[in-house]
């Protein structure tokens, strides 16, 4: 589905303006890093030790997220080995029709892309493929849009044909987001990549934002106090659709795409999408590691992937065996996973081992909303026809309230056949269609756009059988794209994280999380590029290699590091073994005043919180076998009772961080500006034996400091390629691309991977 809602209109010398700011970019506002220059970058992504070039590492999964994982590691001299229960490419799938010509296709899953998706243009221009502008509401390239509400439809070729109601509704929104969540200051940051001000303005809307609902958010503003704006607001929408049906979900989300314009200035891959994975699979790169040259994805395969994988456990040394379809069982140092998540929890034999216990309810705790298509090719793009009473196109990109919702012309040339994509809809209503079958939907669906159009007949036009898919159904995917619902910030961010694992148990190592559902803008192509990239550093950072000091890329593993701008003077990090891992049970457990728990002195000017590695070791000796005095261990117990209270606490944010709402003796709100988490380990109540605890009930009596809604930035340190730029940087998806203007896209609408 996509919007009429129109984007708010500016005078000259505020577009002028605006026109002299960089392009906008996916760039945070969660994890302000440049992804784009980081590919663009001549010094490329890193490299590993030659003594480990050729060892294979395990990539579950062939889409976008996949394929991109498994050709930088190709490249950096590892052998990737891709595991695929379906077909390449994931949802980015380019179907035909029977009888048709080859030339005539239906994109089932990603269909548009935003300019901003930086990182997402390297690989298109890397594997030679055009954009062209997809045929959005209200669009320049769109002949016109119809809108239907209610059963009274409107015609128009510009925002200035529809009835006033739906320029009050655009004013609603514009001033909505303005008046809760900064909406130009952030959008000028963004695209400037001012990192300390995109931290500044975020940091403050999750701690006011991550429990709200999207709805709650224009129930809340003055700006949309009349329920027909709310009502038409979340029939017809902005950007990427009616969007009532994530009205449950998290403003969060809605705030991560209007702030990066990604429901704007779409454009679509001429041919298919699923090119974009098919030609990363036959690519030979010309820059390669240990490989010979013409060495490709396909034939370090033999031409296929690897079948689907039906169980995953640990073995010892530190090993993941992979199980496959066919029977075949493999052990690797490394392990992505790229399918959807919830696949380890249905399709997928995992060991309760293969991740800590909080992550495993981050992965339960993901939210995916269902999605259906369906298709049709026709005999030409009939309706460029000229109505002869009114003159208007014949039949227009539609948007309803009625069954079909978005309704999309797509056409190659006035005379060469055409496909309509007769429906797009998401959540409930992808359900209604999920018990027909495509030939009732498509029947269900001409009946509705014949009470819009009582005068055309497309069903004489039509040449070959529909295509459709229901996400929700697809046994592989089980819905289409992730939607955080309110609360969820502290899951997604230990999702996304997850490839950062020097802080994890040694035991928990090696499998590295990737794919759109584990990024902050899920259900968009570069949200599966950027973790894709993470994974790769996460497996190079495994297997000891390491990035150019020119091009430091996401250089955050170190477990002593400390945010940029970190005062002295604040709480320290989680202690630390000598060998850089943290301390376990048996060890000191708090950080009592002026002392670290390894019995270090620590500067009094340095005000610590206690940590807790295990309250059970409160009492206890250390592990040295020193015994520790009464009143030692008594002021250790009430230091692990008073930071095991803060984690039941809301979390406040201070100017760039997260802390308890109480401070704690000694503690002054000034003096945590910009701290990092004291201890991310988790805090074991209780040790549930693996014979008669279940995963459920180990996560009833665990709780962890990681649940906290940490800001992500927080471990980005000041090395970090957060603000560099490369002249590549500029790119944009065509020569005449118009710069976005300050205010949010609320009119030309629509999808990507959504």
């Known amino acids: 589905m996509t919007s009429t809602v129109p984007t708010a209109v500016h005078d000259e010398q505020e577009t002028q303006a605006h026109q002299a700011l960089p392009p906008m970019t996916m760039f945070g506002p969660d994890f302000p890093y440049a992804y784009d220059d980081f590919l663009a970058h001549p010094a490329g992504l890193g490299q590993i030790p030659a003594t480990e070039h050729g060892n294979e590492v395990a990539v579950i999964g062939g889409g976008l997220s996949g394929l991109v994982t498994a050709y930088e590691l190709m490249k950096m001299g590892l052998r990737p080995v891709v595991y695929e229960a379906d077909r390449i490419g994931g949802r980015l799938r380019t179907v035909g029709f029977d009888g048709c010509d080859d030339a005539l296709t239906a994109e089932m899953g990603a269909m548009r892309f935003p300019p901003s998706s930086t990182a997402l243009q390297h690989y298109i221009d890397l594997v030679g493929l055009k954009t062209r502008p997809f045929p959005n509401p209200l669009a320049p390239d769109t002949p016109s849009t119809v809108v239907d509400l209610k059963g009274e439809s409107h015609y128009a070729r510009t925002i200035d044909d529809l009835p006033p109601v739906y320029r009050e509704v655009a004013d609603a929104w514009n001033a909505c987001l303005e008046e809760g969540a900064d909406f130009s200051d952030m959008n000028r940051a963004i695209r400037e990549r001012n990192v300390p001000r995109i931290r500044e303005i975020w940091s403050r809307l999750v701690e006011k934002l991550d429990n709200q609902t999207f709805y709650g958010f224009l129930c809340d503003s003055t700006a949309f106090t009349s329920f027909r704006h709310r009502e038409i607001f979340g029939q017809v929408g902005f950007g990427t659709g009616g969007w009532d049906t994530d009205f449950p979900n998290s403003i969060l989300e809605i705030l991560r795409v209007v702030y990066t314009e990604a429901d704007d200035h779409h454009r679509g891959i001429v041919g298919g999408s699923q090119q974009l994975p098919l030609r990363l699979w036959e690519r030979e790169p010309e820059k390669i590691v240990h490989w010979p040259q013409g060495t490709s994805l396909s034939s370090l395969h033999g031409g296929e992937p690897r079948p689907a994988v039906t169980r995953l456990h640990r073995a010892a040394g530190d090993r993941v065996v992979v199980t496959d379809a066919s029977g075949d069982i493999r052990s690797y140092r490394a392990v992505v996973f790229t399918a959807q998540s919830w696949m380890l929890l249905s399709k997928i034999d995992c060991d309760d081992s293969l991740f800590p216990i909080d992550h495993w309810t981050a992965i339960e705790r993901t939210h995916y909303m269902e999605s259906s298509k369906l298709f049709v090719p026709v005999d030409r793009p009939f309706w460029l026809d000229k109505d002869e009473i009114t003159g208007r196109d014949t039949m227009s990109m539609t948007l309803t309230d009625r069954m079909t919702r978005g309704t999309y012309l797509l056409d190659d040339g006035p005379d060469r056949p055409a496909v309509i994509c007769l429906s797009y809809t998401w959540c409930d209503d992808s359900l209604k269609w999920l018990p027909l079958s495509a030939n009732e939907r498509m029947e269900v669906m001409l009946k509705s756009l014949s009470e819009i159009y009582p005068n055309v007949d497309i069903r004489k036009h039509i040449i070959g059988s529909p295509v459709t898919v229901s996400w929700e159904n697809e046994p592989y995917f089980m819905g289409a794209f992730k939607a955080n619902l309110p609360g969820h910030y502290r899951y997604q961010r230990r999702l996304f994280t997850h490839f950062m694992q020097d802080r994890l148990p040694a035991d928990k190592r090696g499998i590295f999380l990737a794919g759109d559902d584990i990024s902050w803008t899920a259900g968009w192509a570069e949200g599966a590029i950027q973790t894709a990239l993470n994974a790769v550093w996460g497996v190079m950072h495994r297997f000891g290699g390491a990035t150019d000091p020119k091009n430091p890329g996401r250089a955050i593993c170190t477990t002593r590091s400390r945010p940029s701008s970190s005062p002295r003077t604040e709480?320290?990090?989680?202690?630390?073994?000598?060998?850089?891992?943290?301390?376990?049970?048996?060890?000191?457990?708090?950080?009592?005043?002026?002392?670290?728990?390894?019995?270090?002195?620590?500067?009094?000017?340095?005000?610590?919180?206690?940590?807790?590695?295990?309250?059970?070791?409160?009492?206890?000796?250390?592990?040295?076998?020193?015994?520790?005095?009464?009143?030692?261990?008594?002021?250790?117990?009430?230091?692990?009772?008073?930071?095991?209270?803060?984690?039941?606490?809301?979390?406040?944010?201070?100017?760039?961080?997260?802390?308890?709402?109480?401070?704690?003796?000694?503690?002054?709100?000034?003096?945590?500006?910009?701290?990092?988490?004291?201890?991310?380990?988790?805090?074991?109540?209780?040790?549930?034996?693996?014979?008669?605890?279940?995963?459920?009930?180990?996560?009833?009596?665990?709780?962890?400091?990681?649940?906290?809604?940490?800001?992500?930035?927080?471990?980005?340190?000041?090395?970090?390629?957060?603000?560099?730029?490369?002249?590549?940087?500029?790119?944009?998806?065509?020569?005449?691309?118009?710069?976005?203007?300050?205010?949010?896209?609320?009119?030309?609408?629509?999808?990507?991977?959504?």
Do not use: M, Y
């Open 571 to 754: 709480p320290v990090p989680e202690p630390l073994r000598r060998d850089g891992g943290p301390l376990r049970q048996g060890r000191a457990v708090a950080l009592s005043a002026g002392r670290r728990a390894d019995g270090r002195g620590v500067s009094r000017k340095r005000p610590t919180r206690p940590t807790v590695a295990s309250t059970r070791s409160a009492n206890s000796s250390a592990s040295s076998g020193t015994p520790r005095s009464p009143h030692r261990a008594r002021n250790a117990a009430h230091a692990a009772s008073r930071a095991f209270s803060r984690l039941q606490e809301p979390t406040r944010w201070v100017s760039g961080s997260a802390t308890s709402s109480r401070s704690g003796p000694g503690i002054s709100s000034s003096r945590i500006r910009s701290s990092i988490p004291v201890s991310s380990a988790p805090i074991r109540l209780k040790s549930p034996s693996r014979a008669s605890g279940s995963r459920s009930r180990a996560r009833q009596v665990s709780s962890s400091a990681s649940a906290r809604s940490w800001p992500i930035w927080a471990l980005i340190p000041a090395s970090a390629n957060c603000t560099g730029r490369t002249p590549g940087w500029r790119r944009s998806w065509n020569s005449g691309r118009q710069q976005a203007g300050g205010r949010p896209p609320v009119v030309t609408a629509s999808t990507a991977a959504r």
